[in-house]
């Protein structure tokens, strides 16, 4: 390790020390709610701010867990990226932010940047959101986040449970051609996990565009399939369809999604926090159960969900109750 | 650059249908026209509905899909063009009504090369599964021919949920033609949509007719946009195909 690595390291270690949020945290007075009958969860829609602290970016983020527990929700869900706010640390990274680079280098500076913060905003994560699920008893996907592990990067996910241990992760499965330019490597595991009110899925962002991923999740079991998003475009109500809610249609499984929004520097990120279901099991028929009136800005979405109806409604199901086996074999086989 | 044309229609017996096609697509100008699905049930067989409609385009250039009819217990339908067929293909999922009425699926799902691009057909049920789009797109499909069969009031969230997101996920276009009016005490209600893949300013939809209306819908399909969207954001490129290989072991 070079002179200047060797200073790097230091003084990353020095800015994202957690030391000061663990004392943060230990001293911290919480409320507790009360939970009424049956599974109520949450989405959370989340504003990109560059926090200049890892105290203000876990105050950000409890402040939405808090609102969810007051409402009572026994599951939340974080966007994707949700690390993104901690670069915030950095000092004059806005301006870093706004520059515009040759898009073959904008590659490769990308990866060594994310391998290099990987490990100090795991930690700030780790921390955050372990935190959360402990202080408000509540089973915590904390969004994905870009880091390296075992030499690669990966955009995982990670659930932890009310008593604030982890219970387990999720790699995105499906790259961008963004994620491609820097070297982001896919996972080749969906994991379904064995909650005690539902069995939940959370695969990543682009897995949503691909009915592959929802399908895998439904075989495995799932009931609930939450997709943390970071989608960087203008908002568009017909683009912003595509995704989790004809997923949703097509698996009969109940979905969340949860939005990092917001604009800093050149990075704009739009989209709705939401929770859907089967079209038939919501009341106006349009497979929404619920949704963020806007697009930009904090909010938090909470929802009840009927995981036994879900469940008899797939056994009744007139339309989608057939596979052809045979078929998929036939051509799969071969297309794939 | 193509000239899709659907034609709606409100069922109400054969008769109708003939002068219906007479009236709306006798000097129509299209590269390819679909006509509604079902119309096989208002003929006597499905020979004398084949043969009305091979006889219908001899002399004509444009790609038919003529809508859909019942032959050997199978929901099919067919492309044509010039009085000659091209393609046939079967509905390969069936909804639970389908089941019930006896109906079989068919294990086959091709495009067809056509004057204007690879076609596919999805029968009824089959638009609601994803499978079918990804087989059909995976296989080259250009321009993929939805025949939307749903009874009872309409939903247009139900419908979106088919065709319009097939488009999305596989990036070609789509044709849906929709049923509506009564047939055999049935009645069905849908829209007829020209489909591209979203690309700016678009939201996916090139045209699109309410249900119960008559009439020709009409939209022209840029390939060039088409393509360019493919070469920008190339979703096949992105399939995880060892996850699925380990899942489902195809």
């Keep these: ?135 408000y008893e509540m089973y915590v996907m904390g969004g994905s986040i870009t880091v390296p592990e075992n030499g690669e990067l990966y955009n995982t996910a990670y659930l932890f449970g009310p008593d604030g241990r982890l219970i387990g992760s999720q790699k995105k499965l499906h790259a961008t051609p963004e994620e491609e330019a820097f070297g982001l490597k896919t996972g080749d595991e969906l994991a379904v996990f064995r909650l005690p009110f539902a069995n939940v899925a959370f695969p990543v962002c682009m897995d949503a565009t691909y009915y592959e991923t929802f399908e895998i999740a439904r075989k495995k079991g799932a009931d609930i399939v939450i997709i943390p998003i970071a989608n960087m475009e203008e908002y568009d109500f017909y683009r912003a369809l595509r995704g989790i809610w004809p997923r949703v249609q097509e698996s009969r499984v109940y979905g969340i999604k949860s939005a990092l929004v917001g604009r800093v520097a050149k990075f704009y990120f739009t989209g709705k926090a939401g929770v859907y279901a089967p079209l038939d099991l919501t009341e106006n028929r349009d497979g929404v159960v619920k949704e963020a009136e806007h697009y930009q800005g904090d909010d938090v979405i909470t929802a009840p969900l009927d995981i036994e109806a879900l469940r008899r409604y797939r056994l009744e199901d007139e339309l989608l109750g057939d596979r052809n086996e045979v078929l998929y074999r036939k051509y799969f086989s071969r297309l794939y | 650059m193509v000239k899709a044309c659907a034609l709606q229609l409100r069922f109400e017996n054969k008769e109708k249908y003939i002068e219906d096609i007479k009236k709306y697509i006798r000097d129509i100008k299209a590269d390819i026209l679909v006509l509604p699905p079902l119309a096989g049930l208002l003929f006597s067989s499905s020979a004398e509905y084949l043969q009305f409609h091979l006889e219908f385009s001899k002399g004509k250039d444009f790609v038919l899909v003529p809508g859909s009819f019942f032959e050997d217990g199978y929901h099919k339908a067919v492309i044509m063009q010039r009085g000659r067929i091209l393609h046939t293909q079967c509905q390969t999922h069936l909804s639970a009504q389908d089941a019930r009425n006896g109906l079989k699926r068919g294990d086959e799902l091709d495009i067809c090369s056509t004057a204007v691009g690879n076609v596919g057909i999805l029968v009824g049920n089959d638009c609601f599964h994803p499978q079918t789009g990804r087989i059909l797109g995976l296989q080259g499909a250009d321009i993929v021919v939805g025949l939307y069969t749903v009874e009872g009031d309409y939903n247009r969230w139900l419908q979106l949920s088919g065709i319009w997101q097939q488009v999305q996920q596989n990036q070609f276009f789509a044709v849906e033609c929709a049923a509506n009016g009564r047939i055999r005490d049935k009645i069905y209600a849908g829209r007829s949509i020209i489909h591209n893949p979203i690309w700016e300013g678009s939201n996916g939809i090139l045209g699109e007719m309410k249900e119960g209306e008559e009439g020709v819908l009409a939209a022209v399909l840029d390939f060039e946009k088409r393509n360019e969207i493919k070469a920008v954001y190339p979703l096949y490129k992105y399939l995880n195909r060892k996850l699925y290989k380990k899942e489902w072991g195809y």
């Design chain 1, 1 to 135: 390790m070079g002179l200047l690595d060797c200073v790097v390291k230091i003084f990353l270690a020095f800015k994202f020390n957690p030391k000061p949020l663990k004392r943060y945290i230990t001293r911290l007075k919480v409320k507790k709610y009360n939970r009424g009958p049956g599974l109520k969860v949450a989405a959370t829609q989340v504003e990109f701010r560059l926090h200049k602290s890892a105290i203000e970016y876990f105050e950000h983020m409890r402040y939405l867990a808090e609102r969810a527990a007051e409402e009572g929700a026994q599951l939340i869900a974080y966007p994707e990226n949700i690390h993104l706010p901690l670069y915030g640390l950095l000092p004059g990274i806005e301006k870093k932010l706004s520059m515009d680079g040759r898009k073959d280098e904008d590659g490769e500076k990308i990866r060594a940047a994310l391998m290099l913060l990987g490990p100090y905003v795991k930690d700030i994560y780790f921390l955050t959101f372990s935190s959360i699920a402990r202080i």
